[in-house]
């Protein structure tokens, strides 16, 4: 029986919901972080209370605590390695005075130390907060004054001298000797984590995430995927994303696989941690996608799945990357709100052109128009997030606590999250985003969503990836400039402008051509929109437009 439209409950294959995410406590409403985790004190201890990240590796150490947890550049740990060494971590920020709801800041690199840290801080109550070695010591401190964290792990990236810096060579000394930590009584829906939204139209928000909701995208991907213990997910991206934690030791450690740390994100750097790794689902950026798929050589016979996530990847690039390796990636949809994932394509060749893939069966999403209400399916609007509410993730998606400002949660507006991004849901839960919702170009009154256009121009194989820009104009208002990186050469911009003329309304083809080397991406590999017009400025050989006059 089908839902209202936007809900998945019937259309995604979930056998159960796993028994780690039934939640026993009381939900805590209190947005003083260290009261929220101290009024939990009537529920079980962390060692038997489900729907803790402390206790995600419980089943794996019952059932198989030899079996590969974690490979990184410097090593493979066990499930039983990777808990003696989490259990160290913990004792060691006791010793450095962490307590619970305090928040402990980690810049390290792709490796085994940022995972072991990860789960030692959840095991004493305190709040994860990762900050990305490759942004600006500004944008490093920026994301420190926000948090305040109590500690700061560094790395040998870390640009910031600030108070509670605890470098590695000490950390590693602190390990060596920590005593253990004490048993922290630990609410599921208590705060674990905040993640920094992408911020590439502005300063990056805080979004606090709590323990059931880090754990709940892994279950609904290892339940509807089907994964065990044969599972080795490979990740490039920078675990200091707090999704990619998600996505890799939370989710491998919910199915008994093996979590891959890559330090490369080059594509032979890539390839070469697939083929000697043995890796079977790896995530990766449109960039990255699209300079595998340019060579079929590389040896990549253990993959079977590849997902793309981070941008929009074009219907060519999927099968380009088919014909070179024989997988077709899978499209995602993913949010830091949510957090990871929320719509995925299923398992095996079969999507649909431009979606995203299908909800996950824990969401509820549709679209809603400006006034706030909700749309009839198919109906382009705003994009929004809401429990399901029916299936075995019935209610089980609690919407993020709030978003860290001055010390303190701030809590969501009552209803529906807003994404942001403009989309469509269908009856059957394909999900297909146009673009953001504040990128929309508006010329002459018109608007133009960036991706629609960048979509029709990626679909020439001349176009290694492309940026749509808006630039002032005193008649118009906005006009459209399409920023081009080519595979080879000069792009022939004629070509592109035709192309465009074919696939698109008249106002919508961009008036400005500029080829530039490279876009300006950030840690997740999406454009970083806010410096376009920079770039633009820097490469543009022409103030000529194409079609001076208004096109409706």
Not at 92 to 109: I, Q
Not at 187 to 211: Q, W
Not at 429 to 434: H, I, Q, S, Y
Not at 493 to 499: G, K, T
């Amino acid at each position: 029986m089908r839902n209202r439209a936007g809900t998945v409950s019937d259309r995604v294959p979930v056998a159960r919901l796993p028994e780690y995410l039934i939640n026993p406590c009381k939900d805590s409403k209190d947005t003083d972080i260290k009261g929220s985790v101290e009024s939990s004190t009537g529920a079980a201890s962390q060692r038997n209370s489900p729907g803790t990240i402390a206790r995600v590796l419980d089943t794996a150490l019952r059932t198989s605590p030899d079996s590969p947890a974690i490979e990184a550049a410097s090593g493979i740990w066990s499930y039983a390695e990777l808990n003696e060494r989490a259990d160290r971590a913990a004792g060691a920020l006791w010793s450095l005075g962490v307590r619970p709801g305090d928040r402990v800041a980690a810049c390290l690199p792709n490796d085994l130390d940022i995972v072991a840290a990860f789960h030692g801080v959840a095991r004493i109550g305190a709040i994860w907060v990762g900050i990305g070695e490759a942004l600006s010591e500004s944008e490093q401190a920026g994301l420190h004054e926000t948090c305040e964290p109590a500690i700061l792990l560094a790395g040998a990236r870390c640009r910031i001298n600030v108070p509670g810096r605890v470098d590695i060579s000490r950390w590693t000394e602190l390990l060596d000797r920590a005593d253990p930590a004490p048993n922290i009584p630990l609410d599921p829906h208590s705060p674990a984590a905040i993640a920094f939204t992408s911020g590439t139209s502005g300063r990056p928000k805080a979004v606090v995430h709590s323990h059931h909701n880090l754990l709940l995208p892994g279950a609904a991907l290892v339940e509807s995927r089907g994964w065990g213990p044969e599972l080795r997910k490979g990740d490039s991206f920078p675990l200091t994303i707090l999704n990619l934690m998600v996505l890799s030791t939370l989710l491998t450690a919910q199915a008994g696989g093996c979590a891959v740390i890559m330090d490369r994100r080059d594509v032979d750097g890539v390839a070469e941690w697939i083929s000697t790794r043995r890796v079977t689902v790896w995530n990766g950026a449109p960039a990255q996608v699209f300079d595998l798929a340019r060579r079929p050589q590389l040896n990549l016979g253990s993959l079977q799945e590849v997902w793309s996530g981070g941008g929009d990847a074009g219907e060519s690039l999927f099968a380009d990357f088919a014909a070179a390796h024989g997988v077709t990636p899978r499209a995602t949809y993913g949010l830091t709100e949510a957090p990871a994932v929320v719509s995925i394509d299923p398992v095996g060749e079969f999507r649909h052109a431009r979606a995203s893939g299908q909800l996950l069966p824990q969401f509820d999403v549709a679209a809603y128009d400006d006034a706030g209400q909700r749309l009839p399916a198919g109906e382009l609007g705003e994009l929004c997030l809401a429990p399901t509410e029916s299936g075995p993730y019935a209610g089980q998606w609690r919407p993020l606590l709030g978003h860290w400002e001055n010390g303190r949660i701030t809590p969501p507006e009552p209803g529906p999250i807003p994404t942001g991004d403009i989309g469509t849901v269908d009856a059957d839960g394909w999900l297909t985003v146009l673009d953001r919702k504040k990128l929309v170009i508006i010329r002459g009154g018109a608007n133009i969503y960036p991706l629609e256009v960048e979509r029709v121009l990626a679909a020439d194989p001349s176009v290694a990836a492309v940026a749509l820009c808006p630039v002032p104009d005193e008649r118009l208002g906005q006009r459209v400039a399409a920023l081009i990186q080519t595979t080879d050469g000069t792009p022939d911009f004629d070509a592109l402008d035709a192309l465009c003329r074919r696939e698109l309304a008249g106002y919508k083809v961009p008036e400005i051509w500029c080829a530039v080397p490279e876009l300006p991406l950030n840690a997740m590999g999406k454009v970083e929109r806010t410096k376009l017009p920079e770039l633009l400025a820097r490469h543009r050989t022409t103030p000529a437009t194409r079609n001076p006059e208004p096109r409706r």
